[in-house]
């Protein structure tokens, strides 16, 4: 409704957890308000309260905007966050604590994210562009000390992120065709503090396409394709950078009555990162690792099938 308003407010439990020998507690608020301004434009608003123990009161406000004109979509928000420090991130989560040095004189990571979506939908078309940007400040990364211990450390600069998505979705009676890519550029300050790099880990380019028939109480067939292109690998001693690879799957699905036969394959091509370097690293790393990143399939082929039965009534 035209002029309309919608506001809420929650009290959040505080949280308390351990890092290493630190406990942390966080109590929180939140609020939130929804406004109406014409039938097809809408605002919202809403701002976060944590109370850290550790690293004081912080504030992590955003704002967001629809306007839906016909067949049109326009999408758009902003705002700011704020992540405490905590040992248990992806490259400790691979190898355990024992090698990791003790936090200590870490800050808070800040970000601050936008993104604009421009949409559209009529008939059987559906289409949608997404440019998106973050800027992360004190990001935390892992950095090598000797040859047998690592230790977290903030990074020396911003973190930047800056992509876009594009998604196409055709309907052709019983058959549903989707597209998508996804282009992205993420750099941030070497560990070692010689300039910047591309995060490692993270394809330049990705992209998709699905096609699916589907027939309500007869059944459904599916193929898709997906390509994932190079990526900057850290701390690998056969490769700077990936391989792009294309991953093919198919599905279907025979109903019966009350009985479903259904069968999946994945990876057809039988793309595995082992076919191209090993995964063991020569000499174990200093955080512990015994393995490289893994950056593409390590499973092969795969195909399995079953038999679906439904009881009740339709």
Known sequence: MAGGAAYQVDSYRSRTFTAFDYTYRVPALF?????????????????????????????????SMLFKPGPWSVRASIGRGFYAPTPFIEEVEAAGLSRIERLRGLRAETADSASIDFGYARGPIEASLTLFGSN????????????????????????????AELLLRYRLDAITFTGSYVRTDAREPNPDGTGRRLVPL??????????????????RVGLEAYYTGRQSLDDNPYRTRSRP???????????LGKVSLFINAENLLNFRQTRYDPLLLPRRAPDGSWTVDAWGPLDGRTINGGIRFRFGAD
């Open 31 to 63: 609020a939130q308000g929804e406004q109406t301004l014409l039938p097809d434009l809408t605002l919202a608003g809403s701002a976060r309260l944590d109370d850290h123990s550790e690293y004081g009161a912080r504030v992590s406000p955003r704002l």
């Open 136 to 163: 992360i400040d004190h990001a935390v990364q892992l950095r090598n000390v000797g040859a047998t211990r690592a230790e977290l450390v903030n990074a020396d600069g911003v973190t930047r992120t800056r992509g």
């Open 202 to 219: 993270t394809p330049r380019d990705t992209a998709g396409l699905t096609a699916v028939w589907e027939t309500h109480d007869r059944g």
């Open 245 to 255: 690879y294309v991953e093919l799957g198919a599905m279907g699905e025979l109903v």
